[in-house]
């Protein structure tokens, strides 16, 4: 996701990595409205963020293609590079921790 800045009319004037001000919008990478303000952009910083959005998107995209892979038995874990099974690891690792942090969130909730 990436935030937008509107002009007066509701165009998109900018396009960011983060909220600049309490205007900014949340968008979709894939927003039609926000492809289209890119393809007219001559700002290598808007092409920029939203290029790295995207880069995000595929990262899990990729990393979810590698776990299917080995699961189906396509490939063995260790036949990947050892920089490669690390960040698998600590990407896992990670999204464990997250989920069992939202896991008491969620349990949390019923307690007040």
Do not use: C, W
């Amino acid at each position: 996701m990436v935030y937008v800045n509107r002009g007066e009319k509701g165009q998109i004037i900018g396009v960011f990595n983060s909220p600049q001000n309490d205007d900014s919008q949340l968008i979709s990478p894939q927003a039609p409205e926000l492809l289209e303000f890119l393809g007219q952009s001559n700002r290598q910083e808007d092409i920029q963020t939203i290029l790295t959005a995207s880069d995000m998107a595929m990262v899990r995209v990729i990393e979810d293609l590698v776990n299917t892979l080995i699961d189906k038995g396509v490939i063995i874990f260790t036949d990947l590079p050892e920089a490669a099974q690390q960040k698998l690891v600590q990407r896992e690792k990670i999204r464990h921790h997250l989920s069992s942090l939202e896991n008491l969130m969620n349990e949390d909730e019923g307690l007040l």
